[in-house]
């Protein structure tokens, strides 16, 4: 008779835990991906004049991929600095009047006096290639895009974070006269009740831009993990 202990029964492998669980389970384990990739998302950007929708966007382009601005197309005269086809599509008004015409246009709006419109082609070529569509509207053409896209679309109003921060920075941008400016900022005052069609709400305080890019920055995250995706179909 031996005093020597038996010897440990070695313990099973990883792989041999796998297959003995696969084993009772009756299936096999998937390298499937546990979810499909999300869908592309339409986020709007709104909110009253002066408020700092270009500059988030702008900022926005400049930190995240995979999104695709859309450059709308205006009859309004180009301003200092703009560029043909980055900012906007400058088109003449019988041009305009035709792509309304042919419905080539999610939505159009007459807006101080001059057309602007969201050309349909360009979205979605840009969602057939997997980006994420962001559409920088007013706060009447957000109204139009939300009866138009119910909730298949992400609306964010942006606001400052006083009346007086947004009418000094209008002022200070030196683009409207006297009058354009009263017209502005009159309705301004009225659109802040259109706040609660929108989804999100985004402060966008002086001095803080950052603040509020990555805000949206996390809106469009929110809404990639969400469980059910919206579905857009224009
Ligand atoms: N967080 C911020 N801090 C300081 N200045 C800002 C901030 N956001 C925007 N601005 C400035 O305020 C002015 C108005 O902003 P912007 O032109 O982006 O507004 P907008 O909402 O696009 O206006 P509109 O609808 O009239 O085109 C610009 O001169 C911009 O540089």
Redesign the pocket.
């Known amino acids: 008779m031996s005093d020597n202990p038996p010897p440990p029964i070695p313990s099973p492998t990883k792989q041999e835990t796998l297959r003995s669980l696969e084993s009772n389970l009756g299936s096999p384990f998937t390298a499937e991906p546990t979810i499909p990739p999300p869908n592309q998302i339409i986020i709007v950007v709104s909110?009253?004049?002066?408020?700092?929708?270009?500059?988030?966007?702008?900022k926005l382009r400049e930190v995240r991929e995979g999104l695709h601005f859309v450059v709308t197309a205006t009859t309004r005269p180009m301003r200092p600095g703009e560029v043909e086809g980055e900012d906007y599509f400058f088109v003449t008004r019988e041009n305009f009047l035709s792509m309304v015409e042919n419905e080539e246009l999610l939505e159009y709006a007459l807006v101080y006096g001059e057309y602007k419109g969201i050309p349909k082609k360009q979205i979605r070529e840009f969602m057939s290639r997997g980006e994420d569509i962001v559409l920088?509207v007013?706060i009447q053409g957000a109204q139009t895009l939300r009866r138009i896209l119910g909730d298949s679309a992400v609306f964010v109003f942006?606001v400052?974070e006083s009346e007086v921060?947004m009418v000094e920075?209008?002022v200070?941008?030196k683009?409207?006269s006297q009058e354009e400016l009263l017209v502005?900022v009159a309705t301004a005052r009225e659109e802040v009740r259109h706040l609660k069609s929108f989804d999100y709400v985004v402060v966008?305080?002086?001095?803080?831009?950052d603040?509020?890019v990555r805000r949206v920055e996390a809106i469009i995250d929110a809404e990639k993990s969400r469980v059910h995706q919206r579905v857009v179909r224009i």
């Open positions: 909110g009253p004049s002066g408020v700092g929708k270009d500059a988030v966007i702008n920088r007013d942006l400052a921060a920075r209008l200070d941008r683009t409207e502005r966008n305080a002086e001095g803080r831009l603040d509020a």
